[in-house]
């Protein structure tokens, strides 16, 4: 496992280190597909500002948002039996279905990270423990989606700072020892702060600057962003902000993120090399 000293550097150690060459760099289509919604929402185990637990309310917030992807923080319990907390039924409805991560029958994600979409095809699916002084995880799901391939990350770092670090260096090796293809990350990452003292510089050398993001926490009035939607190639992922409405602000303590998701034809095909990595690499 690489050590915090990682993202000093860039991927190139980690795919020598693999046995992965460097890619190159190919420009991209000008020819791209329709936008795809994708949000991330820590939903507090369904426990809203009003202490009530309803995830018919969650699911009505997600309905708001109307994605094509969602990473959800939080939908299973936390302690003993990690069963999901989440209304299947009212996703449905809604048009979306989990993924598969759970290794529990009555589950809906893996260290509570849970992924929805509306229209896709898993390829893989990868559960990451991850490193540090609290039990958390993350999932990585390739999927096969109409505009193409996508490489989606769904995470909930840890509160210490020296722990998101190494959660952090953790997420990189995982991408590393797969193929390049369109990457987004999303999920409550914890860390509000930018620059030199920021956790998320570890995610820098791939992603690109984590500067500041919306605000989501606390959801009735927003003053720090913890949740993040990141994406590679620069330039993939826009329009990033928050889902602020009367029943956002009740259902959980964390406001949802919304962004929008352009994938280019060329850098989405099956086998394609993506432009930037060779800056990343």
Not at 53 to 72: C, H, K, L, Q, T
């Amino acid at each position: 496992m690489p050590g915090p000293e990682t993202p000093q550097g860039s991927l190139a150690a980690l795919r020598q280190a693999h046995g992965i060459p460097a890619l190159p760099a190919v420009p991209p289509d000008p020819v791209s597909q329709a936008p795809v919604t994708v949000a991330s929402y820590n939903v507090h185990k369904c426990v809203g500002t009003d202490r009530r637990f309803d995830p018919a309310r969650i699911a009505r917030v997600i309905g708001e948002i109307a994605p094509d992807i969602i990473a959800i923080q939080e939908a299973d319990r936390r302690f003993g039996r990690r069963t999901g907390l989440l209304d299947t039924a009212a996703l449905q409805e809604a048009g979306l279905k989990l993924l598969p991560i759970s290794r529990l029958p009555d589950g809906h994600g893996w260290h509570g990270n849970a992924l929805a979409v509306r229209a896709g095809t898993p390829l893989s699916l990868q559960r990451i423990a991850l490193p540090g002084a609290e039990p958390r995880g993350a999932v990585i799901a390739e999927l096969e989606l109409p505009a193409g391939k996508l490489r989606v990350i769904a995470a909930h770092f840890g509160l210490l700072r020296r722990c998101r670090t190494r959660q952090g260096a953790a997420i990189l090796e995982a991408i590393a020892q797969g193929e390049a293809m369109p990457t987004l990350m999303m999920g409550d990452l914890n860390e509000w702060r930018p620059g030199r003292r920021s956790s998320l510089r570890v995610l820098e050398s791939f992603f690109g600057p984590a500067g500041f993001g919306p605000a989501s926490f606390p959801a009735r009035m927003p003053v720090f962003a913890l949740d993040r939607i990141l994406g590679w190639p620069q330039g993939v992922v826009s329009e990033v902000r928050v889902h602020d409405t009367p029943l956002a602000r009740t259902a959980s303590d964390h406001l949802p993120l919304k962004a929008k998701l352009v994938l280019h034809a060329r850098a989405a095909g099956q086998g394609a090399a993506i432009p930037g990595v060779q800056a990343a690499a």
